[in-house]
C-alpha cells in the first residue's frame, strides 16, 4: 500500500498537532477546576487521536482507490 506521507512530513506534522494539543492542555488546565479539565484534556486528546486515526485510514483508502 502506498504511503500517504513521507517519515518526515508525518513528524512534522505530529509534532505540530502535540505541541498545539500541550499548549491547549494547560490553557484548559489553568482555566477551569481540576475535575472539569481533567474530563476537557481527556476528551480533547481522545478526540484528537480518534481524527488522526480516522483520517489516515481514509486517506490511505483513498489513495489505494484513486492508484488502483
Given at each position: 500500500?502506498?504511503?500517504?506521507?513521507?517519515?518526515?512530513?508525518?513528524?512534522?506534522?505530529?509534532?505540530?498537532?502535540?505541541?498545539?494539543l500541550?499548549?491547549?492542555?494547560?490553557?484548559?488546565?489553568?482555566?477551569?477546576?481540576?475535575?472539569?479539565?481533567?474530563?476537557?484534556?481527556?476528551?480533547?486528546?481522545?478526540?484528537?487521536?480518534?481524527?488522526?486515526?480516522t483520517?489516515?485510514?481514509?486517506?490511505?483508502?483513498?489513495?489505494?482507490?484513486?492508484?488502483?
Amino acid at each position: 500500500m502506498p504511503e500517504v506521507l513521507s517519515r518526515r512530513e508525518w513528524a512534522i506534522s505530529h509534532g505540530f498537532i502535540f505541541l498545539g494539543l500541550i499548549c491547549l492542555s494547560i490553557a484548559i488546565w489553568l482555566a477551569y477546576r481540576q475535575p472539569i479539565s481533567n474530563l476537557l484534556i481527556f476528551g480533547l486528546w481522545f478526540l484528537s487521536g480518534g481524527i488522526c486515526w480516522t483520517t489516515a485510514f481514509l486517506a490511505r483508502r483513498l489513495r489505494h482507490r484513486a492508484s488502483g
